[in-house]
């Protein structure tokens, strides 16, 4: 079963937008998907308690529940779950971050933003958990991106592809759908199904070492 957990203590990352659309692509794959919200906020939970879409199915999750949520998760047999983390409750995810078999980090680009995502990144290093980051809300216009790349892309590795600032993530969400839902012809649901290939190669790709390691 594989874990993605999306963490960034900065409010306002991206994260609950990324988790929403990832598990919505999840499911769209094929994969039996689990959305786990554990943001007291439950942001996640009334997207999706206000959807008319069976799947992805979500649970809200206190953080004493989550080891007894994901190992029934297993025992169900779901292929992917995706948890989506609060801002500002620091180590309080630890768990989420220490069970995943990838962290995923959005960060708009920004020099702050960029700052502002060590902490996490430190607390994701030292469980040794895979992670990469997904740079968000990008302007179309300036070198915002490109400097953002080059400045994440020397603390750990970073998706090729963003997502752009654009109107119908916030309808999307406004609409309790993904954007793929939305329209599945807008950009933006091009990025997301992008975003979700990507990690899910780098993944396999990291299982594969790890396997040649353990046979050879
Ligand atoms: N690519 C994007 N384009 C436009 N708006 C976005 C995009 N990604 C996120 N947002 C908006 O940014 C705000 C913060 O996103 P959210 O996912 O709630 O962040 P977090 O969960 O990290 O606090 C929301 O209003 C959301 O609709
Ligand atoms: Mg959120």
């Known amino acids: 079963m594989k874990i993605w ?9 991206g994260k609950t937008v990324l988790a929403t659309n990832l598990a919505v692509e999840g499911s769209r794959a094929g994969l039996k998907t689990l959305l786990i919200d554990l943001d007291p906020q439950q942001s996640a939970t009334k997207w999706w308690e206000a959807r008319d879409a069976e799947t992805p199915l979500l649970i809200k ?3 004493n529940q989550l080891i007894d949520n994901l190992n ?6 779901f292929e992917l779950v995706i948890i989506d983390t609060a801002g500002r409750e620091g180590l309080k995810h630890i768990e989420a971050i220490e069970r995943a078999t990838f962290a995923i980090i959005p960060c708009q680009p920004s020099l702050d933003d960029c700052r502002s995502a060590l902490p996490t990144v430190d607390i994701i290093k030292n469980t040794k958990t895979p992670f990469a980051f997904i740079i968000t809300r990008c302007p179309s216009s300036g070198d915002d ?10 603390i750990g590795l970073v998706c090729n592809t963003p997502t ?19 329209d599945a012809n807008d950009k933006g649901a091009g990025e997301i199904k992008a975003i979700f290939d990507w990690i899910h190669s780098k993944e396999s790709r990291l299982e594969n ?3 040649t390691r353990a046979v050879g």
């Open 145 to 154: 991106l490109q400097e953002a790349r080059n400045s994440l892309s020397t």
């Open 164 to 182: 752009m600032e654009r109107k119908c993530y916030k309808r999307a969400y406004a609409e309790n759908l993904s954007v793929c839902e939305y």
């Open 72 to 77: 029934s998760a297993q025992q169900q047999g």
């Open 209 to 211: 070492t790890q396997l």
């Open 5 to 13: 957990t999306i963490t960034n203590q900065k409010g306002g990352a």
């Open 61 to 63: 999750c206190l953080y």
